[in-house]
Structures are given as structure tokens and as C-alpha cells.
């Protein structure tokens, strides 16, 4: 599976847009961006996952740069409550199986 | 809709004892993915089951193994527990179709004393 690089951590005013970067230069065109979050101790929590083009839920936005070697993932008015490590990771479209999860972006929102 | 549901929340055993851990996918979700976080370390996959079959399996020994039942519920079993099998148990869950988003429960954390 392609890898991803994250920053380790970011810091963000609450009320401010959080915008988390990942670079995943060797993905390949059958393989899809996802992002989870993980708020400490509970489950991984899915957010949102894109191909090609950008997406938007009622979470986040993804945007996924046009040679699909890097993403941004915006929380548009950060709040407290989205202190969490954020995960990109890249995913084949044609396999059932297991996710690699990286070391991920510890995001911090400040008061 | 019910989420991915894991139970016990909470689980201590000495080493040596055994484990089990449940998990409840959510309805029409027929894959059930193991994963396990232990301290200070990422998640690791374990095990994965669909339609009542061991599909994949991590690099974990063969005291780590499951089932899947009828119904999509998973157990996973831990035998011969060691101070390093002390981590918080994830379960998910997803579609049967390829590369479908897989949704995680709360999780069990384990403590082997």
C-alpha cells in the first residue's frame, strides 16, 4: 500500500479553519484517500474519503490536489471537542482488507 | 442506526488466563476487522473475517484467533495472555463489497496483570 507522511502534530485556534495536510506521492489511480480521527481512547472514527475529486460532508472537506500526490483535510470552525490524532491513509478500491494506519497528526484546538 | 458494538468495555486478566472479546457489527455490514492499540504503539490489524471466514490475519501468533457467527458477530480470543497483550481491542465493521469503509466500536481495553 502507498505511504503517507503527516506533520506530527498541529495547533489551531478554535473557531478557525483546521487545515491537516498528507502528502501520498506513490499513490496509484485505483487507490482512494481516506481520513479517520481518534479521539483519545475511543475508536477510530471515520471522516471522509475521496478518488479524485474534492469532497465535502458534514465534517470535513477534502481537498486532493490534481496529480493526486497530496490532501488537505479542512474542519472549517474547529471546536474543542476535535482534539484528536488525525490518520490519512491511502486505500486500494479493488480489496477487502486491512487498514495501515500511520502515526497520524495530533491536533491541537486552543481556547 | 446502531454503531459497531464491542463488549466488555474494560477486561483484567493474569497472564497465562485467557480472553474474549465481542464485537456486533453494524446491521447489513457482513466483514468484521480486528485491530489491536497497544500502548504508545498504532493500530496493528489482527484478524479478518467475512461470511463466517478467517480472510486475513496479521503478523500476530496463533494464540490470537476468532470466529465469526451466523449473525456477522465476531469473537476474538486470546490465549496464554502475556504483560504485552495489554492494549485497547479494536473492532470494525464494513460492507462485504471491495474497498468499502470500515466503521470501528468503542473497543475493549485489556490489562493483563
Known amino acids: 500500500d502507498a505511504k503517507t507522511t503527516q506533520p506530527t502534530s498541529m495547533d489551531c485556534a478554535e473557531g478557525r479553519a483546521a487545515n491537516l495536510p498528507c502528502n501520498h506521492s506513490?499513490?496509484?489511480?485505483?487507490?482512494?484517500v481516506y481520513w479517520y480521527r481518534q479521539i483519545h481512547s475511543q475508536g477510530p472514527q471515520y471522516i471522509i474519503h475521496?478518488?479524485?475529486n474534492n469532497e465535502t460532508n458534514e465534517m470535513a472537506s477534502l481537498i486532493i490536489t490534481e496529480d493526486r500526490k497530496s490532501s488537505t483535510l479542512i474542519l472549517p470552525h474547529a471546536t474543542l471537542r476535535d482534539t484528536a490524532v488525525y490518520y490519512c491513509?491511502?486505500?486500494?478500491?479493488?480489496?477487502?482488507?486491512?487498514?495501515?494506519f500511520g502515526k497520524g497528526t495530533r491536533l491541537h484546538i486552543l481556547p | 442506526e446502531a454503531g459497531v458494538t464491542q463488549s466488555p468495555t474494560h477486561l483484567i486478566k493474569t497472564r497465562g488466563q485467557q480472553a474474549t472479546l465481542r464485537c456486533s457489527p453494524i446491521?447489513?455490514?457482513?466483514?468484521v476487522y480486528w485491530y489491536q492499540q497497544a500502548l504508545g504503539l498504532g493500530l496493528q490489524f489482527l484478524l479478518w473475517?467475512?461470511?463466517?471466514?478467517?480472510?486475513n490475519r496479521g503478523n500476530f501468533p496463533p494464540r490470537f484467533s476468532g470466529r465469526q457467527f451466523p449473525n456477522y458477530s465476531s469473537e476474538l480470543n486470546v490465549n496464554a495472555l502475556e504483560l504485552e497483550d495489554s492494549a485497547l481491542y479494536l473492532c470494525?465493521?464494513?460492507?462485504?463489497?471491495?474497498?468499502?469503509?470500515?466503521?470501528f466500536g468503542p473497543g475493549t481495553r485489556l490489562l493483563v496483570l
Open positions: 470494525a465493521s464494513s460492507l462485504r463489497y471491495t474497498g468499502k469503509t470500515q466503521y
Open positions: 506513490t499513490i496509484s489511480g485505483n487507490e482512494y
Open positions: 475521496g478518488l479524485k
Open positions: 491513509i491511502v486505500r486500494p478500491t479493488n480489496r477487502d482488507d486491512k487498514i495501515i
Open positions: 446491521s447489513g455490514h457482513t466483514s
Open positions: 473475517y467475512d461470511e463466517g471466514e478467517e480472510r
